[in-house]
């Protein structure tokens, strides 16, 4: 068994990386090509074709996590066909490759992609993201992913509530232009403070030519007044961190597994919506055990039966089923932020589909015939 497993293994693992190379070469293209619009602006003329290619480089993590289920899929199928259609995989069913044991053959390489897909999820991805988006903004000036109102982000500490305002991130990584407003157990606006930029350090924020204004407007309408002072710098003191405030400005599917689950309590904390973070978090979760399903869609190929056909159909098939488990995980998403339904249900419920799917056609095609 060590023989065949190794067979299987060797060319499902060349098929799979051959169909990543080709996508991921695809996206690289598009990626360059989107990004030419964006060289040679007054405003980013450092922003060269040598900095695009950086940047492009830096999303195929990105394209690489999305993409892996598709291509494992795809690949599975390629290798499964070619054997049959040489009938290879007759030979090893004729050597005690049964059906139980042939899936547990690919669910033991299905486990390993779902660990590669968790990694790249979790760790490389938003990190390279992080970078890439830096980088950019170094050469471009600054970014903001959110509208021309910037980021908003709220946080409750006993009787005050801030709302916090970020307009962009700057070249160093600095925020440019944070706002600041303090209210009352009332609800009344107490203090502001405008700040032309912002460090995060891990317990505090480091504010920069700071304009503290204080309004003492509860008292008679001819004592009310505003008290504004300029410091030069003053630290804020928050639980607020890089990761929230980078959720907040870029997507939250570019956070990590543990990062945004913080995010998520910190909103449930102060009485905001988490909706759309916990699909969010609940995919992060399911979508790399889609490898699983994946494989498990790809058996049934090695028991079909064909010698003069080709297996280009085959595997176009395999492109359409992964194309729809992509578009159907979307469409959830949105459904389920827009129609309040459980967020794990309607980020389990694509990979659930395709289980059956797959256990179907297994069912049908390997066990029955």
Same mark, same amino acid.
């Given at each position: 068994?060590?023989?065949?497993? %190794?067979?299987?293994?060797?060319?499902? @693992?060349?098929? #799979?990386? =051959? &169909?990543? *190379?080709? !996508?991921?070469?695809?996206?690289?293209?598009?990626?360059?090509?989107?990004?030419?619009?964006?060289?040679?602006?007054?405003?980013?003329?450092?922003?060269?074709?040598?900095?695009?290619?950086?940047?492009?480089?830096?999303?195929?993590?990105?394209?690489?996590?999305?993409?892996?289920?598709?291509?494992?899929?795809?690949?599975?199928?390629?290798?499964?066909?070619?054997?049959?259609?040489?009938?290879?995989?007759?030979?090893?069913?004729?050597?005690?490759?049964?059906?139980? %044991?042939?899936?547990?053959?690919?669910? @033991?390489?299905? #486990?390993? =992609? &779902?660990? *590669?897909? !968790?990694?790249?999820?979790?760790?490389?991805?938003?990190?390279?993201?992080?970078?890439?988006?830096?980088?950019?903004?170094?050469?471009?000036?600054?970014?903001?992913?959110?509208?021309?109102?910037?980021?908003?982000?709220?946080?409750?500490?006993?009787?005050?509530?801030?709302?916090?305002?970020?307009?962009?991130?700057?070249?160093?990584?600095?925020?440019?232009?944070?706002?600041?407003?303090?209210?009352?157990?009332?609800?009344?606006?107490?203090?502001?403070?405008?700040?032309?930029?912002?460090?995060?350090?891990?317990?505090?924020?480091?504010?920069?030519?700071?304009?503290?204004?204080?309004?003492?407007?509860?008292?008679?309408?001819?004592?009310?007044?505003?008290?504004?002072?300029?410091?030069?710098?003053?630290?804020?003191?928050?639980?607020?961190?890089?990761?929230?405030?980078?959720?907040?400005?870029?997507?939250?599917?570019?956070?990590?597994?543990?990062?945004?689950?913080?995010?998520?309590?910190?909103?449930?904390?102060?009485?905001?919506?988490?909706?759309?973070?916990?699909?969010?978090?609940?995919?992060?979760?399911?979508?790399?055990?889609?490898?699983?399903?994946?494989?498990?869609?790809?058996?049934?190929?090695?028991?079909?039966?064909?010698?003069?056909?080709?297996?280009?159909?085959?595997?176009?098939?395999?492109?359409?089923?992964?194309?729809?488990?992509?578009?159907?995980?979307?469409?959830?998403?949105?459904?389920?932020?827009?129609?309040?339904?459980?967020?794990?249900?309607?980020?389990?419920?694509?990979?659930?589909?395709?289980?059956?799917?797959?256990?179907?056609?297994?069912?049908?095609?390997?066990?029955?015939?």
């Amino acid at each position: 068994m060590k023989t065949i497993r %190794r067979l299987i293994y060797v060319e499902a @693992l060349k098929a #799979v990386a =051959f &169909v990543t *190379l080709g !996508f991921l070469s695809l996206f690289f293209f598009f990626d360059f090509v989107d990004e030419l619009q964006s060289i040679g602006k007054p405003e980013s003329l450092a922003y060269g074709p040598a900095q695009a290619l950086i940047y492009v480089t830096l999303l195929i993590p990105s394209h690489l996590y999305e993409l892996l289920p598709i291509t494992v899929l795809i690949g599975c199928i390629f290798v499964m066909a070619r054997l049959a259609q040489s009938s290879e995989y007759t030979i090893l069913r004729t050597s005690g490759l049964g059906p139980w %044991r042939a899936l547990r053959t690919l669910l @033991l390489l299905g #486990v390993g =992609f &779902v660990f *590669l897909t !968790f990694a790249i999820g979790d760790y490389i991805a938003p990190a390279s993201e992080r970078t890439g988006q830096l980088l950019k903004s170094r050469y471009q000036g600054s970014y903001s992913l959110v509208g021309n109102t910037g980021a908003w982000l709220k946080e409750k500490r006993e009787n005050v509530s801030y709302a916090v305002n970020v307009l962009s991130i700057a070249r160093d990584g600095s925020l440019k232009n944070a706002r600041i407003f303090e209210f009352d157990a009332n609800g009344y606006v107490r203090k502001q403070l405008v700040a032309s930029s912002a460090r995060i350090f891990d317990d505090h924020w480091q504010l920069s030519d700071v304009e503290l204004q204080d309004y003492e407007t509860r008292s008679s309408a001819d004592k009310a007044r505003i008290v504004t002072t300029k410091v030069p710098q003053l630290d804020w003191p928050t639980t607020l961190t890089s990761e929230m405030v980078s959720v907040a400005l870029l997507r939250p599917d570019r956070m990590g597994t543990l990062d945004l689950f913080d995010y998520i309590r910190h909103l449930e904390a102060n009485g905001q919506t988490a909706q759309r973070y916990e699909i969010q978090f609940w995919r992060k979760v399911f979508y790399p055990l889609s490898c699983l399903v994946m494989v498990v869609l790809a058996l049934p190929f090695a028991y079909l039966h064909f010698r003069q056909a080709g297996i280009t159909t085959y595997v176009f098939g395999g492109v359409m089923i992964g194309i729809s488990f992509f578009l159907l995980n979307n469409v959830f998403g949105y459904l389920g932020n827009l129609s309040n339904w459980s967020p794990w249900l309607t980020a389990a419920a694509p990979g659930l589909i395709y289980s059956v799917m797959s256990l179907a056609a297994f069912s049908w095609l390997v066990l029955r015939r």
